[in-house]
């Protein structure tokens, strides 16, 4: 009965492979995220999709791509993995985006360590 | 842009004592504040938040959070803290589609 949950919990890949981590909301809401945090703890958004549109892209590197094919579902594809990719992903689900100064919560899932070597 | 500045990347208390964990905000329209709490190796699970229907705002696990427009703060506080309470904190500030996190406070609880 898990809201939010991630694939793998684990994840330690060489430099240059491409990778999947994929992500799965419950919750039925319209908006997933994906958030990185750094070694610091410092979480950023990378990602945010309503009903599989995107809406947010944070001038994230094109090697990171975000695939939504429900809006269930938010998985994100890294190509060419670089050491500085290391870190936690973190999916987020909410039941609507900020539209028109909207108040929502989101909800996030366990986490992706990723670790490149 | 909205922001969020958690004062303090380390906080430590005695088990029992009071914890009190510092945030102040930048926005240009009236915020929506919420703190985060994450415990080793795991999510972000929501603590409590602030919508604007009150000031003083109660969440979960015995914390509570006062919004002060005058300070531009939304400090979080637990009157007597618990072992478990040992984690890492984030106040975050809704912005544009996004959260906007805060860099994140660490508490310790020293039996």
């Known amino acids: 009965d898990t809201a939010v949950s991630q694939t793998p919990k684990y994840l330690v890949t060489q430099m240059g492979n491409d990778k999947s981590i994929k992500c799965e909301q419950n919750?039925?809401?319209?908006?997933m995220y994906w958030y990185k945090q750094d070694s610091k703890k410092f979480l950023k958004i990378m990602f945010s999709y309503n009903n599989k549109e995107l809406i947010i892209n944070e001038t994230v590197p094109n090697r990171f791509s975000p695939k939504s094919p429900d809006k269930a579902h938010l998985n994100l594809h890294i190509n060419s993995l670089e050491l500085g990719d290391s870190a936690v992903y973190f999916c987020?689900?909410?039941?609507?985006?900020?539209?028109?100064?909207?108040?929502?919560?989101?909800?996030f899932g366990p986490g992706t360590r990723l670790t490149v070597l | 842009a909205q922001s969020v500045t958690q004062l303090g990347s380390h906080v430590s208390v005695s088990e029992g004592a009071l914890v009190l964990l510092r945030c102040n905000y930048s926005?240009?329209?009236?915020?929506?504040l919420f703190w985060y709490v994450q415990y080793p190796n795991q999510g972000l699970q929501l603590l409590l938040k602030y919508t604007s229907a009150a000031t003083l705002v109660k969440g979960i696990n015995g914390f509570e959070a006062e919004f002060k427009k005058s300070e531009t703060s939304f400090h979080l506080t637990k009157p007597s803290a618990h072992m478990s309470d040992a984690a890492e904190y984030f106040c975050?500030?809704?912005?544009?589609?996004?959260?906007?996190f805060g860099q994140g406070t660490r508490l310790t609880i020293n039996p």
């Open positions: 926005s240009s329209v009236p915020p929506y």
């Open positions: 987020a689900s909410s039941q609507e985006s900020a539209r028109g100064g909207a108040f929502y919560t989101q909800y």
């Open positions: 975050a500030v809704q912005g544009a589609q996004k959260l906007v």
């Open positions: 919750l039925g809401h319209d908006t």
